[in-house]
């Protein structure tokens, strides 16, 4: 055995022709197998007594039924629940992506390589076609701005808006080399957030027209008071969290758990207009909006790290289900635990992948270090 085979054996997963996987019966493996080999065949002769190629007979579709079981751990439940898509054409995961104002740490590559076994694992069984993997660039943020601004007053060309989009274009071409190193597949889109101001705010509209959300002194608020299951997902309830709230108050906010959907920007900052002026979107709705746009108001599986529980993806889910209440937004959620050094995060360390001097090195399949030491812990593990 490789050390990439036992380093993948350690953590239950396997590596085989269709990438690598997890397993946990040997019979899957087989089955695995078993189906690739002969889901063309049953295709091809299945689409001999459906030449309309259209839906195909709860018979057949029963014939495409893959025999491999996938088990989640659902964050929502916090059970281990037989995963079950609500489409097999098009089985759709979402996972909250990096912000792209540096070069990526360590920590950036958890999420990445977490979500790729899984991305391999649902292509290989649904097929690579039909599986619709989101992960957002989060393009809005103060240190880009910083950054932009710097290059401005230093005399460089073009609109603060042109020059936020040259230093995100920047990190994200890093972010895809470092992450092409380690040997993940890209997810099928990428959205920036940048590119979805619109859909933000036409959700913004709507969250106000159905009174979850309000206007104060150029914000708009999220009552989280208008949601009965705020805190569902973390297990907080609301006066919990307004116990421990250390940060001072903004005098607008009617509850102080209410959360920013829109803010004004000043001439420093970059702003795009609004119904309630020039300003820009606060981060949670940018998920939310693009994976509305993207993936519909029920999808699959929500996937990101333990860090984005609270807030971002409790106030996600109040966005999503206040906004489309008729949806579940998303089924399963998973989260996958940190990679800290003596109890830090690594995003504030600045360990920085390309200065770790890992990515590069190795590429999947030959032993990648970084890849190897990631994969042979669970999802659930930490890693300090
Ligand atoms: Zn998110």
């Not at 420093?268 to 993207?294: F, K, Q, T, V």
Request: hydrophobic share 35%; aromatic share 8%; charged share 25%.
């Amino acid at each position: 055995m490789n050390p990439q085979a036992r380093a993948l054996a350690r953590a239950g997963l396997h590596s085989g022709a269709g990438g690598v996987y997890q397993d946990t019966h040997e019979e899957h493996l087989h089955h695995l197998l078993h189906y690739s080999l002969l889901t063309p065949v049953t295709r091809a002769a299945l689409s001999r007594f459906n030449p309309t190629g259209k839906s195909l007979s709860p018979r057949a579709k029963t014939a495409l039924r893959p025999l491999v079981t996938i088990k989640l751990y659902n964050t929502k439940t916090k059970t281990k629940e037989v995963f079950e898509p609500l489409d097999r054409e098009n089985v759709r995961m979402y996972v909250c992506g990096p912000t792209v104002y540096d070069r990526a740490h360590l920590g950036n590559a958890r999420p990445v390589l977490v979500f790729d076994v899984l991305y391999r694992l649902l292509r290989h069984t649904y097929g690579a076609d039909h599986v619709t993997y989101v992960r957002n660039f989060t393009d809005v943020d103060d240190k880009i701005n910083a950054t932009a601004l710097a290059r401005k007053e230093a005399g460089a060309e073009g609109t603060l808006e042109e020059l936020v989009h040259e230093r995100s274009d920047e990190t994200i071409d890093w972010y895809h080399q470092d992450m092409d190193a380690l040997g993940a597949l890209r997810p099928t889109k990428e959205p920036r957030a940048t590119e979805w101001i619109g859909a933000m705010i036409a959700m913004i509209e709507d969250l106000i027209a159905k009174g979850h959300a309000y206007e104060a002194e150029g914000h708009v608020l999220f009552a989280v008071e208008s949601y009965a299951d705020y805190g569902k997902l973390s297990g907080r309830s609301v006066d919990d969290m307004i116990a421990g709230a250390r940060v001072e108050v903004a005098p607008y906010k009617r509850n102080p758990m209410d959360f920013v959907l829109w803010k004004p920007s000043d001439d420093e900052l970059p702003g795009w207009d609004s119904p309630w002026g020039r300003g820009r979107p606060g981060w949670h709705i940018e998920c939310s909006a693009m994976s509305y746009e993207l993936l519909g108001e029920t999808f699959d599986i929500h996937g990101g790290g333990n860090d984005l529980q609270f807030p971002h993806h409790e106030n996600e889910i109040a966005q999503s289900k206040c906004a489309h209440p008729e949806g579940d937004f998303a089924k399963v959620w998973m989260h996958n635990e940190m990679l800290q050094v003596e109890g830090k995060k690594m995003s504030k360390l600045g360990q920085f992948l390309h200065r770790a001097g890992f990515a590069g090195q190795g590429c999947a399949g030959r032993g990648d270090p970084v890849r190897d030491a990631l994969h042979a812990l669970s999802q659930a593990d930490g890693l300090d």
